[in-house]
Each structure stands twice: as C-alpha cells, then as structure tokens.
C-alpha cells in the first residue's frame, strides 16, 4: 500500500511550480514590452537618391548623431549647390567618392560630413526634419566638429572646422566665430599651410636654426589634393579678413606668415588639370616671375583684393597727428599709394570680371557666379 505524501512536502510542491510559472510569466511580459530601438539595425539602407554610387553603403546608422543615409546624402549635394560656391576648398567627385564610396568611412570622414551637415540643415526641406530634429542633428555635428578639431590635428580636420566657421561666422559676428577662427588660424600656420613647398621659408637659401619651418604633412599626392590645401588656407584667410575688418582688432593670421600662390579657375581644379598662378602680393617677398592670368578665377581675384583691404585696414588704424605736417604729409602720401593699388587692380582685371554692366543686362546668356558678387560687393 503507497504511502500517502505529507501535508508539507504537497505543500513545498506546489510552491516551486507556482514560483518557476511567475518568473516565466514574468520574463515573457518583459520581452513583450521592451521598446524597439529608435534607429534600426535590420532594415536594408535606402539607396542613394541621385547617384548609385555604391550598392552598400557605409553604416551610417552606427552614428545616431547623423541622419539616415538618403537624407545626408541629399544634404552633401545641398553643401555643393549652396555652400561650396562661396566656400569652394571641397573638390566634388573626389569628396563625394570618399563619403560614399566602396571604401570603409574613416574617422575624419565622418567628422567632415557632421560639418557638412551643421551648416547646410537649413538650406533642405525635407518634412522628415522637425525642428527638433533640425536642432539635435545641427548640436550634435556642432560638438563633434569642435571636439575632433581640438584633439586633432590635419587637413580634414581643419576642413571641417573652417565649414563650421563659415556657418558661425555667417551668424553672428561674435565670440563663438572669434574662438573658433583663433583656432584655426594657427592650425593653418602649424600645418604648413601658410606657404608653398617651394617657398623660400621651407628651403631658404641660406638656411638657419631660426628660418627652418616643420613641415607637419606629408606631400600631396596629386594636383587636386595640392590644389584643395591651397584653397583651405586661403578660406581660413577670408574668414580672418571678414571677422577683423568689423572692428579694430589686429590680423589674427599676420602678413609675414604668408607666401602663397593664388587658387587657380575652378573648372581647372575640377579637371584635376595642373598649371601656375601667380604668388600673392605681400611685403616679404619681392620676386613675382610667374604671371599667369588666363589660369585666374574669380576666387584669386578675390582674395587680391581681400590683400588691398587688409592694408587699408591697418591704414586706417595708425594714429595721425593733425598738428605735424610731416605726420599729414606721410598720411596723405600712403593714401595715394594705396588709392593707385586699388584703381590699377581694377584695371588690370579681366574683361569677364571687370565689366559687370554686361554680364547683368536682359537677356545675356552668361549665369551669375557668386564669386564674382562677392568680388564686386
């Protein structure tokens, strides 16, 4: 005859079954409920909205600080119709084969496409952009670009930083364009930047301990990328002239420092074509053999006459004693001299750039550059 269990053990029993079905229960309800990530891993990448340039395209999504794909691909293309034009130091097919390319998207990459991304959200219309969206996409790529900038130190780098001061600068002519533009200025010093290879400060004819300069990058290993480093250092150039002419502060990058050739045409640099401008006016150098205007475009002469309005910045921020003749007589002498500087560079500008009545009269053929607004504004 079985024994009968005892009361405890049925007890003890159905105690354990009831426990391990509530932690079941439990474990189910919270599965269940768990919410969905808000950027999804599983879903395939939209294709590229203008351009097929790749099938896969790089894992954007690991970045929640970056839009979805088809979005910052629109906005790169938005960079190039509305920024680049009068920040023209991104040559297009080769950025573009480098953000969207077969090739893993490195570090600065991405960095660069953050600043690209702060500056032009406010030229897209996409209905998918909120203004909160406008605004966390626009503080996160703002905090990264200036994170990255401090720690780092090269030429995408300070590309992206010199993106983001053309936005801050554009906004507001204050102390966040003045600390950032302190920043890059110098780093376009320290990188070399500020002259040619074949500059007199890089290999001086009789060298010193003194004269020497560390030359931080390597060489460029074509015409574009050459051409891209010239272009970045004269919008670091611009911006510096821009912020200083407002007030009566001094050059954050001085004269002295300088010994650059002009940027040549856009269409040339676009066709990775190299050829020769000519060397920047400055007070230290004397030689100028190479004047090649037919390989000018409106940005060189732009930065020309940048060069004319910076020494009349100073100018006019000498102290002149009415009372002394010499003092007025030397006054009125530099006043000339800079008066003819200007009135020859007019002349001597080319008919395409010179005459303006003619490019704005009904009916012509010719678009409008922005380069050459910005060159008669």
């Known amino acids: ?8 053990s049925i007890h003890s029993d159905v105690f354990q079954q009831s426990m391990q079905q509530q932690h079941q229960n439990h474990t189910q309800s919270m599965q269940s409920n768990q919410a969905p990530e808000f950027y ?20 954007f999504a690991a970045d929640h600080a970056l839009p979805p794909y088809d979005l910052l691909y629109a906005l790169v293309d938005l960079y190039f119709k509305y920024v680049n034009t009068w920040c023209p130091i991104l040559h297009r097919r080769s950025t573009l084969d480098s953000l969207f390319g077969p090739s893993t998207l490195d570090e600065a990459d991405r960095i660069l496409l953050h600043a690209i991304v702060a500056t032009t959200l406010r030229f897209s219309t996409d209905q998918r952009l909120t203004e909160d969206r406008r605004r966390h996409y626009h503080d996160m790529s703002k905090q990264k670009v200036l994170l990255y900038g401090l720690e780092n130190s090269s030429v995408k780098a300070l590309q992206a ?13 204050g102390p ?14 320290q990188l070399g930047l500020a002259v040619e290879t074949t500059s007199f400060s890089v290999s001086p ?5 003194y004269t020497l300069r560390a030359m931080v990058l390597p060489e460029a290993d074509n015409f574009i990328e050459e051409e891209s480093r010239r272009r970045l250092f004269w919008m670091v150039y611009l911006l510096d002239r821009y912020a200083t002419i407002a007030t009566a502060f001094e050059f954050a990058l001085d004269e002295k420092e300088i010994d650059r050739t002009l940027p040549c ?13 000519r060397w920047f006016r400055t007070t230290e150098r004397t030689e100028y053999d190479i004047d090649k205007p037919e390989n000018l475009g409106a940005f060189s002469y732009y930065i020309e006459i940048l060069g004319i309005l910076s020494r009349i910045h100073k100018f006019l921020k000498k102290p002149v004693d009415i009372s002394a003749l010499s003092d007025v007589e030397q ?6 001299e800079l008066d003819n500087t200007l009135t020859s560079w007019k002349f001597d500008l080319p008919a395409d750039y010179g005459n303006m009545a003619k490019l704005f009269q009904p009916g012509g053929k010719n678009s409008i550059n922005c380069g050459w607004v910005m060159l008669h504004g």
């Open 265 to 277: 045409r856009d269409d040339l640099w676009n066709k990775n074509q190299p050829v020769q401008t």
């Open 161 to 173: 930083l010199v993106i983001l001061a053309l936005d801050l600068v554009g906004s507001s002519n």
């Open 205 to 209: 004819i009789y060298p010193s301990i």
């Open 176 to 189: 966040p364009g003045w600390n950032l533009l302190a920043l890059i200025t110098r780093s376009v010093v």
């Open 331 to 336: 006054w009125q002498g530099e006043y000339r």
């Open 1 to 8: 005859m079985p024994q009968t269990p005892s009361i405890p």
């Open 40 to 59: 999804s891993t599983t879903q395939p990448p939209p294709e590229s909205p203008s351009l097929n340039i790749q099938q896969n395209p790089p894992d």
